[in-house]
């Protein structure tokens, strides 16, 4: 089974300061990765996703994220946040071979952008 | 983008009343739909696997008789709490994806339910 691992459960950081989320994953197959975000008191929208091909994948927003396989990590970052970024990030894994396509969340990572 | 919505997107009701939450795509026909339930502070639960024209398939741990699924469309599928408690109150999520296009999941704003 694959588990996903935030690290990071807050991230505090001023406006237009670079950012980083770190996501870990497990499995011993070939996964699909995914990062959303969840404004407050709403629903997870799709920022970006890995399926196969680059390594790097820009997502809405101005985020972009890389797959490194021998790390089995899929950190998302952006080079200079804004307030409007503070919300709920949340790393997510599907399993790309067979399988019901149900992803696995981390536990979220609260980014908190200051003034 | 495949657009999903929620409806109520709040709902606030006494114990032992039910309440029915609707999920519906908008743009697509979605023979799969998800429930999530988000505790404060958490990540997503998944409660349930609501699949067009049969019976839900349950996460374990999560009761059939309390949370009550129907998918009867392609575009609609109702989470129903039955007899609510305090307890039950959350963030309920649904998802869906797009039919031959199996790796994403595209969800709804959510719906906040609150039991007094």
């Known amino acids: 089974a694959q588990s996903v691992t935030q690290l990071d459960s807050q991230v505090p950081v001023f406006e237009e300061a670079p950012v980083e989320l770190r996501c870990n994953y497990s499995?011993?197959?070939?996964?699909?990765l995914f990062w959303y975000v969840q404004y407050p008191n709403q629903g997870l929208q799709l920022l970006l996703k890995y399926l196969s091909g680059s390594t790097l994948v820009k997502g809405i927003n101005g985020f972009e994220a890389e797959f490194n396989k021998s790390q089995t990590s899929f950190h998302l970052r952006k080079p200079s946040v804004h307030i409007s970024d503070t919300a709920e990030y949340f790393c997510?894994?599907?399993?790309?071979?067979?399988?019901?396509?149900?992803?696995?969340f981390g536990r979220g990572t609260s980014l908190i952008v200051h003034p | 983008g495949a657009v999903v919505s929620q409806h109520p997107s709040r709902v606030i009701c006494k114990s032992g009343t039910s309440v029915k939450i609707e999920c519906r795509s908008l743009d697509f026909q979605a023979t799969t739909m998800f429930w999530y339930r988000q505790f404060p502070k958490q990540s997503l639960m998944l409660m349930a696997t609501s699949n067009e024209g049969s019976k839900a398939t349950y996460e374990q741990g999560v009761e059939k008789d309390k949370f009550l699924i129907n998918h009867a469309s392609l575009t609609l599928s109702t989470l129903t709490v039955t007899s609510a408690h305090p307890e039950d109150s959350s963030f309920y999520i649904c998802s869906a994806k797009i039919p031959g296009i199996g790796e994403t999941q595209y969800f709804g704003p959510g719906t906040r339910l609150l039991v007094l």
């Open positions: 997510a894994v599907i399993l790309g071979s067979g399988g019901s396509y149900i992803p696995t």
């Open positions: 499995s011993s197959v070939s996964v699909y």
